[in-house]
């Protein structure tokens, strides 16, 4: 069986190897071979995780050590795998989902000359981050994190013609790297106070020393968020997620469902000691949680770009599980499960948003879509799925995902609980706004299309089944999976010998919770239907208010990074090169400059009079010879 | 005779040696001059060759010679081809490497 981890992360590597490298003869093939790969890590997981099944919830979790990496005195980095319920989920999250994406990438990339070359991206993808979950300690994790961030870089660019999508796919991975700072930041923090980085070495140890060096663990614990927040486009890292919609739609399907973003989730998922061990830390995990929530569900609800808009409810869905993942032990379990049911729904809206454009002549803008659903019905009901999954609609699965954290919110207590709870349940009303409008905007109302640049009217049609059957099975599981997640508090079960679960004492009733989140919900679906659906949508964005000109601009966050961080930086280096203009080749020109001038007088002797040669021949003689008797006298 | 007089007579010769030397022009003058320099010293060395009572300083007299001799024959050669060129014996002349 613990071979079968290995292979597990090998199938999609080798994918990706011999796509990459096969060249043009397997141009005809090279969708398939991806997607098999795929499919058979999908089956290795599907087994390991029969298996684990049938083992006792504490006995569940399998090791296995390949061989030691770097084999130095006093540092051993292993190349091992571990694989617990945690990493199970993710396994099957990250293989299921993505095959699917496969599938979907197959009709929807069928026209594109490099599609071979997309697959092999596709699987380093899931190889890398099926490696980031399965690691069984932080060093080769983060050879799996920066995997990921390398196959990001290579899909959000992957049309690489287009100068903005190259622009996107070197912001997504410059930001990544500000992020990476801190996760390796953190190892080496922990590799100096734990002596180790395996995760059955650190996370009891640092439970252990929480009183003993709660300063070094606070910090580790900040750095590990700054980590999270590069990777889960959490403020104040997360402005690359919009422009990342610049890659193909699957790409953005597979970055905001299985891959990706939800590394930053399993990371402060996986350690939670550190974070139990570091309220400080914890403080800024929900803080930032909790900001981003909003800030994305605000984001979305202003842009016209369908997949922005999407971009901005994944930023503020990873806030929600952000959010729950820093209360602590009561938030892991239902920040995870949150976190599977935002799988299959982000992706469904995903591979929607796909299909509405694979038949719109690539147009993005919702302004020039409209009354989509009679024309594309498959699309129409499983995005409807989708959308009513993540706005929470009772018995879907967002419902009871969102929910929890909502409950587990004000069960943090205190004020601090009133505020998270609030601002939980505010983003579920925007989340309602927002994704109402997309809904409202793409499949209702009249048509306003319109030919696109060179004049090609759209014929709105049915995607081919490779597309639509992804999508139906994704549909099945944004029902579904919540409510069978949920009875008998399955998923809790499941995760509650790796994460550890309390149960806080919430200051309202879940009942409450229920009813506050069912008030926001209806008060959002109506603002939004107030707004666009009793009214006609205007084919060209109006210039709206202070506050949606902000959203649309991503709050200005672009404007804050280039006034702050690249004017800054700007002013930074100029100083800089003014200090080494002025001191450093100052020092150098004027050791020059002064050896040049002692030379130019010293040059003056050598005027080519032997009388003057001999004089200071006779002269140093002189002084020779005054010398030895000065010296003997002495 | 007191020995510290043929001292004092070669530090009198090389004084006007080396003067010489230093304040004429005529290259001939000078080369004479930087004989007598030499001449003075091997005077020094059998001096004191005779006040030690062993041979070495006039040993090294006779290799003074050597080199002076040795030395006459370059230095004219030179200060003949310098004259040939330049039509003038004088040494603030011949002040550059070049014509």
Redesign the interface.
Same mark, same amino acid.
């Given at each position: 069986m613990e071979t079968l981890i290995g292979l597990l992360v090998a199938a999609p590597l080798l994918g990706a190897g011999v796509l990459l490298t096969g060249g043009k003869r397997l141009d005809r093939v090279g969708h398939w071979i991806g997607t098999l790969l795929a499919l058979l890590s999908f089956v290795f997981g599907a087994v390991l995780f029969t298996n684990m099944l049938g083992k006792d919830a504490d006995a569940r979790t399998l090791n296995s050590h390949l061989f030691t990496w770097v084999p130095v005195d006093g540092f051993q980095a292993d190349v091992g795998f571990q694989l617990d319920q945690l990493s199970m989920t993710f396994v099957l999250l990250i293989t299921g989902v993505g095959t699917l994406i496969h599938i979907y990438s197959i009709g929807y990339m069928a026209h594109d000359e490099r599609r071979r070359r997309f697959f092999g991206y596709l699987n380093l993808f899931l190889a890398a981050m099926l490696l980031l979950v399965v690691a069984d300690n932080y060093f080769l994790l983060y050879a799996g994190w920066e995997g990921v961030g390398l196959a990001s870089y290579l899909l959000i660019g992957f049309w690489q013609h287009k100068p903005s999508a190259a622009t996107a796919a070197k912001k997504a991975f410059i930001v990544n790297r500000v992020g990476d700072i801190g996760l390796s930041v953190a190892i080496m923090l922990m590799f100096t106070t734990f002596g180790s980085f395996a995760f059955n070495q650190v996370l009891p140890q640092a439970q252990q020393a929480s009183t003993t060096q709660h300063a070094t663990i606070t910090g580790i614990g900040f750095m590990l968020l700054l980590a999270a927040c590069g990777k889960s486009a959490q403020v104040p890292l997360q402005s690359w997620l919009g422009d990342a919609m610049e890659g193909p739609t699957p790409v953005s399907a597979l970055i905001h469902a299985a891959t990706m973003v939800t590394a930053g989730v399993y990371l402060i998922t996986r350690s939670g000691a550190i974070f139990n061990a570091a309220p400080d830390a914890q403080t800024a995990v929900v803080t930032v949680g909790a900001v981003t929530l909003l800030f994305g569900a605000i984001v979305g609800c202003a842009k016209d770009d369908i997949k922005k808009a999407l971009a901005g409810s994944t930023m503020s869905q990873i806030g929600y599980m952000i959010m729950a993942a820093g209360l602590g032990p009561i938030g892991y379990v239902f920040a995870i499960m949150h976190l599977v049911t935002h799988g299959f729904f982000k992706a469904g809206l995903f591979l929607g948003a796909g299909s509405v454009m694979h038949g719109m002549n690539d147009e993005v803008d919702m302004r020039r879509y409209g009354g989509l659903r009679k024309y594309m019905p498959v699309t129409f009901v499983t995005f409807g799925l989708g959308y009513l999954a993540i706005i929470g609609f009772p018995g879907l699965s967002g419902f009871f995902s969102k929910d929890k954290i909502i409950e587990a919110a004000f069960a943090k207590g205190g004020t601090e609980g009133w505020i998270l709870g609030g601002a939980a349940l505010l983003g579920a009303a925007i989340t309602a706004f927002y994704m109402t409008r997309v809904m409202l905007m793409t499949f209702f109302g009249e048509k306003r299309w319109q030919p696109d640049a060179e004049g090609h009217e759209p014929h709105p049609h049915e995607s081919p089944s490779s597309m639509t059957i992804p999508m139906i099975i994704l549909a099945f599981g944004s029902v579904f999976a919540g409510a069978f997640f949920s009875i008998n508090d399955r998923f809790l079960k499941w995760l509650e010998p790796v994460t550890g679960h309390s149960e806080g004492d919430s200051p309202v009733s879940a009942g409450t919770v229920t009813g506050a989140t069912m008030v926001c919900l209806v008060v959002g679906v109506g603002i939004a239907w107030l707004i666009y659906g009793r009214r006609p949508v205007p084919a060209v964005a109006p210039r709206g208010s202070l506050a949606t000109r902000a959203a649309r601009r991503d709050l200005y966050q672009d404007d804050f990074n280039h006034v702050v961080l690249v004017r800054g930086g700007e002013h930074l280096t100029r100083s800089l090169v003014y200090l080494d203009h002025s001191l450093v080749d100052g020092v150098v020109n004027g050791t020059a400059a002064s050896v040049g001038g002692l030379s130019g007088r010293l040059r003056k002797l050598q005027?080519?009079?032997?009388?003057s040669y001999?004089?200071s021949m006779?002269g140093g003689t002189a002084v020779l010879v005054a010398a030895t008797l000065l010296m003997r006298a002495v | 005779m007191n020995p510290a007089n043929y001292l004092y007579l070669s530090a009198l010769l090389f004084t006007i040696g080396?003067a010489g @030397?230093?304040?004429r022009r005529n290259a001939i003058v @000078?080369f004479m001059c930087v004989e007598l320099m030499l001449n003075a010293c091997n005077l020094a060395f059998v001096t004191f060759s005779r006040l030690h009572g062993n041979l070495d300083g006039q040993v090294i007299a006779f290799f003074t010679m050597v080199v002076a001799a040795a030395e006459v024959v370059v230095g004219l050669a030179i200060i003949v081809s310098i004259f040939r060129s330049r039509h003038s014996a004088s040494?603030?002349d011949?002040?550059?490497?070049k014509l």
């Open positions: 005027n080519g009079y032997v009388r001999a004089v006779l | 080396a @030397v230093l304040i @000078v040494v603030d011949a002040n550059l490497m």
